[in-house]
Protein backbone atom coordinates (compact mmCIF):
# COMPACT_ATOMS: atom_id res chain seq x y z
CA UNK A 1 0.00 0.00 0.00
CA UNK A 2 1.09 3.43 -0.94
CA UNK A 3 0.27 6.46 0.10
CA UNK A 4 0.54 9.77 -1.73
CA UNK A 5 0.43 13.14 -0.54
CA UNK A 6 0.77 16.60 -2.81
CA UNK A 7 1.64 20.44 -1.72
CA UNK A 8 2.81 23.02 -3.06
CA UNK A 9 0.05 23.83 -4.92
CA UNK A 10 -1.09 28.28 -4.85
CA UNK A 11 -1.97 30.90 -6.81
CA UNK A 12 0.73 32.27 -9.28
CA UNK A 13 0.63 35.14 -12.27
CA UNK A 14 1.18 33.84 -15.70
CA UNK A 15 4.91 33.20 -16.24
CA UNK A 16 5.64 32.28 -12.84
CA UNK A 17 7.18 29.17 -11.12
CA UNK A 18 5.79 26.98 -9.19
CA UNK A 19 7.25 23.35 -7.75
CA UNK A 20 5.03 20.26 -6.07
CA UNK A 21 6.11 17.72 -4.36
CA UNK A 22 4.47 14.23 -3.41
CA UNK A 23 5.32 12.51 -0.06
CA UNK A 24 4.85 8.81 -0.39
CA UNK A 25 4.47 6.52 2.34
CA UNK A 26 6.03 2.89 1.94
CA UNK A 27 9.27 1.03 1.66
CA UNK A 28 8.88 0.35 -2.13
CA UNK A 29 9.03 3.70 -3.56
CA UNK A 30 12.00 3.59 -5.41
CA UNK A 31 10.19 0.42 -7.04
CA UNK A 32 7.25 2.59 -8.73
CA UNK A 33 6.62 4.51 -11.34
CA UNK A 34 5.44 8.21 -10.64
CA UNK A 35 3.64 10.33 -12.68
CA UNK A 36 1.52 13.90 -12.45
CA UNK A 37 -2.25 14.15 -13.69
CA UNK A 38 -4.23 17.16 -13.73
CA UNK A 39 -7.76 17.88 -14.09
CA UNK A 40 -8.53 21.63 -15.05
CA UNK A 41 -12.30 22.38 -14.56
CA UNK A 42 -14.84 21.13 -16.85
CA UNK A 43 -12.64 18.75 -18.36
CA UNK A 44 -11.11 15.39 -18.07
CA UNK A 45 -8.03 14.11 -16.25
CA UNK A 46 -5.15 13.72 -18.15
CA UNK A 47 -1.31 12.84 -18.14
CA UNK A 48 1.45 15.60 -17.22
CA UNK A 49 4.15 13.40 -16.65
CA UNK A 50 6.21 10.79 -15.77
CA UNK A 51 8.90 9.29 -13.84
CA UNK A 52 10.33 5.83 -14.03
CA UNK A 53 12.19 4.06 -10.85
CA UNK A 54 15.55 5.18 -11.16
CA UNK A 55 14.43 8.83 -12.68
CA UNK A 56 16.76 8.15 -15.26
CA UNK A 57 13.38 8.24 -17.89
CA UNK A 58 10.76 11.12 -18.12
CA UNK A 59 7.97 11.69 -19.86
CA UNK A 60 5.83 14.72 -20.56
CA UNK A 61 3.10 15.64 -22.42
CA UNK A 62 3.54 18.59 -25.46
CA UNK A 63 1.52 20.74 -23.42
CA UNK A 64 4.45 21.07 -20.65
CA UNK A 65 7.12 19.94 -22.58
CA UNK A 66 10.10 22.21 -22.16
CA UNK A 67 8.45 24.04 -19.32
CA UNK A 68 7.86 21.42 -16.36
CA UNK A 69 10.15 19.20 -15.17
CA UNK A 70 9.77 16.24 -13.49
CA UNK A 71 12.46 14.72 -10.78
CA UNK A 72 12.61 12.45 -7.98
CA UNK A 73 14.24 11.26 -4.46
CA UNK A 74 13.93 8.05 -3.70
CA UNK A 75 15.92 7.91 0.03
CA UNK A 76 13.16 10.80 0.52
CA UNK A 77 10.51 8.93 -1.06
CA UNK A 78 9.36 12.32 -2.97
CA UNK A 79 8.68 13.12 -6.09
CA UNK A 80 8.51 16.68 -7.57
CA UNK A 81 7.17 18.43 -10.47
CA UNK A 82 9.22 22.23 -11.32
CA UNK A 83 6.67 24.17 -12.95
CA UNK A 84 8.22 27.25 -15.57
CA UNK A 85 6.66 29.96 -17.36
CA UNK A 86 3.00 29.10 -16.32
CA UNK A 87 -0.02 29.81 -18.27
CA UNK A 88 -3.59 30.73 -17.31
CA UNK A 89 -4.29 27.05 -19.15
CA UNK A 90 -2.02 25.14 -16.43
CA UNK A 91 -4.54 25.86 -14.22
CA UNK A 92 -6.22 22.42 -12.46
CA UNK A 93 -5.80 20.22 -9.86
CA UNK A 94 -2.79 18.83 -9.83
CA UNK A 95 -2.15 14.83 -8.86
CA UNK A 96 0.63 12.11 -7.71
CA UNK A 97 0.37 8.92 -8.97
CA UNK A 98 2.22 5.31 -8.82
CA UNK A 99 2.34 2.61 -10.61
CA UNK A 100 4.17 -0.61 -10.59
CA UNK A 101 7.38 -0.46 -12.59
CA UNK A 102 7.55 -0.60 -16.08
CA UNK A 103 3.32 -0.53 -16.60
CA UNK A 104 1.15 2.31 -17.05
CA UNK A 105 -1.09 1.25 -14.27
CA UNK A 106 -0.60 4.17 -11.70
CA UNK A 107 -2.91 2.24 -8.99
CA UNK A 108 -2.41 4.95 -6.07
CA UNK A 109 -3.46 8.06 -6.05
CA UNK A 110 -2.84 11.71 -3.85
CA UNK A 111 -5.74 13.66 -3.18
CA UNK A 112 -4.35 16.67 -5.61
CA UNK A 113 -3.42 20.10 -4.67
CA UNK A 114 -4.83 23.21 -6.64
CA UNK A 115 -2.77 25.42 -9.12
CA UNK A 116 -4.03 28.81 -10.25
CA UNK A 117 -2.68 30.61 -12.98
CA UNK A 118 -4.16 34.12 -13.54
CA UNK A 119 -3.51 36.08 -16.37
Known amino acids: QVQLVESGGGLVQAGDSLRLSCAAS????????MGWFRRAPGKEREFVTA????????YYADSVKGRFTISRDNPKNTVYLQMNSLKPEDTAVYYC????????????WGHGTQVTVSS
Open 51 to 58: INWSGGIS
Open 26 to 33: GRTFSSYM
Open 97 to 108: AAGPAGTNNYVY
